[in-house]
């Protein structure tokens, strides 16, 4: 009897209790469903964490690589949404990616099952709860865990680029289709008198006669903008840049590429009436590619321009450009660019647009 009565009490204080306080709550269709999931597909091959942060001008995913080389983040405005509401004040966490590809896993499958989307924020329960409403009645809930962390911002301007491509998402997408799925690295090279090309990156130490050179060029008539200013060679990580092209294609949103000299990060963003999305890669330096030799066979990797992307963000705050060893600490550092060992593998807006990029 004893066990019985405990069990009255407790459910009686649940009772009293308070309702938990959503932070956030926001209601999606099938169809912006399947472009959030697409959006959280994009996300994981840049990093293992999803930094969340609800706005009250929209909803921010972010997410950075481990080298802090790759940074992407999307911007979905409350339009986006068939409801949404967001309290004031700040929240920031961030859930293991994980985690949150389960919900969106099989999207062909899940696009004609699910109907809505409803997803709130519990801060008093520290749990991001995704419910699935799907036909027949069918309800699938996903609590999810996160942890309370500081604003993920990069400090970046694409308007101070010289160079400005602008492409349909398909036309990108056939092109790295010829070049194998395990290659590390592209080398886009372009120039104001009308040509484009894309090449797989060889280390310098590897003898050319044996190794696989793929090549593939396009004319300035196959591009929505062609604003070149200077010739440029930038060398960036193929896997994210699959990871944008992937989600722009299914959107079918063209893909605007702002880009420097070699060492300086490249912007590739995704515009839209409700979306704003940002991917901004490192770029080998020239300086890295004359030592490279020299790093390979001391630390078995090479340098890459490394984008330093946490910490809280300021505004109109001009980015010191240093170089510095790779085994700095850099929990402590925010918002600079410096020297990073990048080891890869052995085989061959309107809602809150960061306003920087060195």
Not at 57 to 74: K, P, T
Not at 181 to 186: F, K, R
């Amino acid at each position: 009897m004893r066990p019985a009565r405990c069990h009255v009490t407790h459910t009686a204080e649940r009772r009293n209790a308070p309702p938990p306080e959503d932070f956030l709550r926001c209601l999606c269709m099938m169809c912006s469903y399947y472009t959030l999931g697409r959006a959280v597909h994009s996300l994981s091959r840049i990093g293992d964490e999803l930094y969340f942060e609800p706005l009250e001008d929209g909803l921010c995913l972010r997410s950075v690589n481990s080298s802090r080389s790759a940074y992407a983040c999307f911007t979905l405005a409350p339009l986006f949404f068939h409801s949404y509401e967001a309290t004031g004040g700040t929240c920031h966490c961030k859930i293991h990616m994980k985690s949150v590809i389960s919900v969106f896993r099989s999207l062909p499958s899940l696009e004609k099952t699910v109907e809505k989307c409803l997803i709130s924020l519990n801060t008093t329960n520290s749990r991001l709860v995704i419910q699935l409403l799907c036909k027949y009645g069918i309800t699938k809930t996903h609590n999810l865990s996160y942890q309370d962390c500081e604003s993920l911002q990069a400090v970046y301007n694409p308007d101070t680029c010289p160079n400005i491509l602008r492409a349909p998402a398909r036309l990108l997408s056939d092109a790295v289709m010829h070049f194998p799925p395990t290659l590390a690295e592209i080398t886009l090279m372009a120039s104001p008198c009308g040509k484009v090309t894309l090449r797989n990156y060889v280390e310098e130490d590897v003898d050319a006669t044996k190794a696989m050179l793929t090549e593939l060029a396009l004319s300035r008539d196959e591009f929505l903008v062609y604003n070149l200013k200077k010739q440029s060679d930038i060398t960036f990580c193929l896997r994210e840049f699959r990871g944008l092209l992937s989600f722009a294609e299914s959107t079918s949103l063209p893909v605007s590429i702002h880009f420097n000299s070699a060492g300086c990060p490249a912007v590739f963003s995704v515009d839209d009436t409700v979306l704003e999305v940002h991917f901004v890669l490192a770029t080998l330096s020239d300086t890295d590619r004359a030592s490279q030799t020299e790093s390979q066979n001391n630390r078995g990797g090479y340098y890459l321009e490394r984008l330093l992307v946490s910490g809280p963000f300021t505004s109109g705050v001009p980015v010191k450009r240093r170089r510095t060893s790779p085994l700095v600490p850099v929990d402590s550092v925010s918002s600079i660019i410096t020297k990073h060992n990048f080891c890869r593998q052995s085989t061959a807006g309107p809602w809150g647009r960061p306003t920087n990029l060195l």
